[in-house]
């Protein structure tokens, strides 16, 4: 793997500890792994990126119905199919949404697509052609993993210090104009 | 009679927590998945005083729905606050130029939502 591509996948590890701390779930980081075994059951969420420099890629989230309904209660207590989707989506949302943050003032302006998941039985994922790295973090004592992969362009433009324009605010703040 | 608000946001999770924190402020909540959406059940309740409103959506994103919203007379002043994971300067702007009042980035902090709320749906009533 490239230096880039480590870099990333440290900025996209401090990112998701930092948004399941943010709702309260107690969470760390486990060593990288190739692939993971295959779920008997589990929720899977995917979102596509781009750069305008031609580099592409995407996040993918994989959890059990446990995992996910451990992280977010929603009303009612009804965990069907179709919430628990919603809750992985969104919290794949706003984990590349946090990556995005960070690497803005870095020169990186990511263009992010919208969540698709998927209820899976026994899931096996396919490799992608680009580079990818699977991270695994234990939130709330259930394993949620994500899988980064980026196709770099030659001059991906990953700045070494904060260059580029900062952001607005910081997550869980509000500007009123 | 309660102040109704629109809150556009394809996750059902984030509507769900929007109507939780403003429902229990006294709010009344009608739900819209995308900005097309939206589009159709504001003129359905065209006495919204609030839209609380995603950017990344599928159909229609949340800034095309505000410049569409714009072009209708009758929504020209309507509050809206933008709930998003995105802190993009450009969009920021891009929204404050259509007229939007506030920019929230999530996770958002109920209590937080409910004083904007409640500001803004004042200054919609005066």
């Known amino acids: 793997m490239s230096a880039v591509f480590n870099d990333l996948e440290r900025m996209l590890a401090t990112a998701a500890i930092d948004l399941f701390e943010a709702h309260g779930a107690a969470t760390w980081k486990t060593p990288s792994v190739e692939q993971p075994h295959a779920e008997a059951e589990c929720i899977v969420a995917t979102i596509g990126f781009a750069v305008a420099d031609g580099s592409k890629g995407s996040l993918v989230m994989v959890a059990s119905p446990a995992a996910i309904a451990a992280l977010h209660t929603p009303d009612g207590d009804e965990h069907s199919e179709m919430i628990l989707c919603d809750i992985l989506g969104e919290f794949s949302n706003m984990l590349l949404g946090r990556l995005k943050n960070i690497l803005l003032p870095r020169g990186v302006t990511l263009m992010l697509g919208t969540p698709t998941t998927a209820y899976a039985l026994k899931l096996r994922l396919s490799s992608p052609f680009s580079p990818c790295r699977w991270l695994a973090f234990v939130v709330n004592d259930h394993v949620i993993r994500a899988r980064l992969d980026v196709a770099l362009a030659k001059d991906f433009p990953l700045a070494d210090d904060a260059a580029g324009p900062s952001t607005t605010a910081r997550e869980g703040e509000m500007i009123l104009f | ?126």
């Open chain 2, 1 to 126: 009679m309660a102040s109704k608000v629109l809150v556009v946001d394809d996750s059902m999770m984030v509507r769900q927590q929007v109507k939780r924190a403003l429902g229990a402020a006294d709010f009344v909540i009608v739900e819209a998945q995308d900005g097309m959406d939206a589009l159709e059940k504001i003129m359905q309740n065209q006495d919204v005083c609030l839209i609380v409103c995603d950017v990344n959506m599928p159909r229609m994103g949340g800034l095309d729905f505000l410049e569409a919203l714009r072009k209708i007379p009758v929504f020209v002043s309507v509050p809206v606050v933008m709930l998003t994971t995105e802190a993009q300067p450009d969009l920021v702007a891009r929204a404050k130029g259509f007229g939007a009042k506030g920019w929230i980035i999530k996770p958002f902090k109920p209590e937080l939502l409910v004083a904007a709320a409640q500001k803004l749906s004042a200054s919609k009533a005066a």
